[in-house]
Structures are given as C-alpha cells and as structure tokens.
C-alpha cells in the first residue's frame, strides 16, 4: 500500500512525533504542562508557559499518554480521516480538524473553567472528524419529507447516540481510574456534525445552469 502525501496522513505524523519527542526528549511532566490545554490559563489564572494559551487547544492535540492513547486516536484519524479528506479537500479536513480541537477545548472549559490539569491528545479534533463521517458516509434515515428537517434529525441523533457513548466510557473510565475528557469529545463530535455541510464541496448538479455564451 502506497503512502499517500495528505493532510490526514500529515497530521498523523506530526502526532507521532509529538508523542516521541514528547516520551524520549522533552519529558512528559513539563511538555503536559506547556503544551497541554488548561482550562484555568482560559479563565486567566496565572499558570507558566512559554506557549501561549490560545493555541494549546491545537498543541494539545499532539500530545497522548500512552501507545493504546495514540493507536486508537491515529487509527480513526487515518481511515475516517482519508476517506473524508477524499470529498472535501485537504483544506477544509485540516480546517475540521483544527476546528474540532478547539471546539473540544471550549467544551472541556465551560464544564470545569478553574480546571488545572492539562488536558492532552486528538480526541476532541478525531471527533470532529467521525461526526462529519458519519454524515458524509453514514446511512441517513428518512424520518421526514423535507431534507433540510431530516438532515438535521439525523444529525441530533447522532449527537444523543454520542453523548449516550462518551458519558458510558466517562463511568467505565472512573471505575478503573482513568480521566477521560468527556465534555471535549462531546464538543469535537458537534464540531463535525455543525460544520459537516458548511465544508462540504458543493455538488455540481445543484448549482444553477451556466448562462449561455453568445
């Protein structure tokens, strides 16, 4: 198989050289602390870092904790992500994902704004990523006759589904002592479900008829 120059694949490499450089030269402990996103650094509480708090959503997005953290983060990232880049272009998947980041920040700060643990890792931007998939590749219901209504059904059962899913990980991952940032993952997932139609190509047939040329 033939290693293709995307945006998806690019993103993934820089994720895996954020996690070795992060586990074998920079050190774990300070990297978490500088280049993780803290809620508090949002709600201006003084906490040091030679990167500045508006973009630790992104740099965040690099970091993970262990080999299942990443494995799992680049394996969605490479299939849901290459298929995706295929419709829309390797712009708007990168503009996806880095919406998805932030987004997922802005989440993990309106549940718990005073929160001084950094949060790390590409879940919140690879949610993002499966919402606008599962819209772009899912099997849509017709519940309604308007396609604007069902669209939008469609997408908030996905959204409820989702919800329902990160909330039974969030008390399994308690239960056996795991942090997992919830709120992100809930807010990477809206990201991809709201902007899925915005950074859809549009399609050639529904635009209007060239005028013609004398």
Request: with cysteine; net charge positive; glycine share 8%.
């Amino acid at each position: 198989m033939t290693l293709r120059a995307t945006a998806t694949n690019f993103l993934a490499a820089v994720a895996v050289l954020g996690f070795l450089l992060t586990e074998y030269v920079w050190g774990i402990s300070e990297t978490y602390m500088a280049a993780g996103f803290i809620p508090a650094r949002w709600s201006g509480i003084a906490l040091d870092s030679v990167i500045p708090a508006v973009l630790t959503p992104l740099t965040a997005a690099f970091l993970h904790v262990d080999v299942t953290h990443i494995g799992f983060n680049l394996l969605v990232l490479l299939y849901c992500g290459n298929l995706l880049e295929s419709r829309l272009g390797s712009v708007r998947m990168t503009m996806l994902f880095v919406a998805g980041a932030y987004l997922a920040a802005v989440a993990q700060w309106w549940v718990d704004p005073a929160a001084a643990l950094p949060m790390i890792g590409a879940s919140g931007a690879v949610s993002a990523i499966l919402g606008a998939f599962a819209l772009s590749f899912g099997s849509r219901r017709q519940l309604v006759a308007s396609s604007g209504l069902n669209r939008f059904l469609n997408a908030t059962w996905l959204f409820l589904f989702w919800i329902a899913f990160q909330y039974a990980l969030d008390l399994y991952g308690r239960v056996e002592g795991t942090l997992i940032a919830t709120p992100a993952h809930v807010g990477g997932f809206l990201a991809g479900l709201l902007l899925h139609r915005w950074l859809s190509p549009v399609r050639r047939s529904l635009l209007p008829p060239s005028p013609p040329t004398a």
